[in-house]
């Protein structure tokens, strides 16, 4: 069953209005400061699909931090890439694209379900910066326990788009994510799953 089916008429008009794209000229510089810290290239990958409720906001959301990202060889750094999930069926079994909007990096490594709007987009932003950077801010201790990991692991964080707290959950995860890339494993794999857009899991 698809996850719209769990919403009314009523609550998709409001979750509309919530997960609206809105940036004040000052927001926009703020995510342009925040994001020159950048590297090195990042690619995102935003999967949509026809009568997909909330693909428009996921999009608009990615292209405006690909163009407040920095330029490198008159290219933006953040990579934003739309795929339409039924033309594309391949790759949407090789990442296990269940759900639209669906915002992948790392090679679906670290999945956002949903759209990250609101205090989201703080998570969003740094998790952007530390895949640029290679530097995930972990201990020497954590990511050995990373790399000795022997089984296949998905981290699964529930969030809204008004939860002050969720953002720094989505980082930590989204980090170990990282550092099992990095080491060429895979093992972890996280999803950020945005709660209001998907009852039936939240709940």
Do not use: W
Not at 2 to 12: F, H, I, M
Not at 56 to 80: C, D, F, G, Y
Not at 161 to 187: D, I
């Amino acid at each position: 069953m698809s996850e719209d089916a769990y919403l009314t008429n009523d609550e998709v008009s409001q979750l509309k209005e919530l997960l609206a794209v809105r940036f004040s000229s000052e927001e926009l510089r703020a995510l342009s400061e925040a994001l020159s810290d950048m590297h090195s290239e990042v690619t995102a990958y935003t999967f949509v699909d026809d009568n997909c409720l909330f693909c428009n906001e996921a999009v608009e959301l990615m292209n405006i931090l690909s163009k407040a990202s920095p330029r490198s060889n008159q290219e933006n750094l953040l990579k934003h890439v739309v795929v339409h999930r039924s033309k594309n069926k391949e790759l949407s079994r090789k990442l296990g694209i269940e759900r639209v909007p669906t915002i992948v990096f790392l090679d679906g490594a670290i999945r956002y379900v949903g759209v990250p709007a609101g205090e989201e987009i703080r998570g969003l932003v740094e998790t952007i910066i530390r895949i640029s950077t290679g530097d995930s801010g972990l201990s020497r201790d954590i990511i050995r326990k990373i790399g000795d990991l022997d089984c296949e692991i998905r981290i699964r964080v529930i969030v809204t788009p008004l939860c002050p707290y969720c953002p720094y959950a989505v980082l930590l995860a989204n980090m170990v994510a990282l550092e099992s890339f990095k080491m060429g494993k895979k093992k972890v794999t996280t999803e950020i799953i945005e709660a209001f857009e998907n009852p039936d899991i939240a709940d």
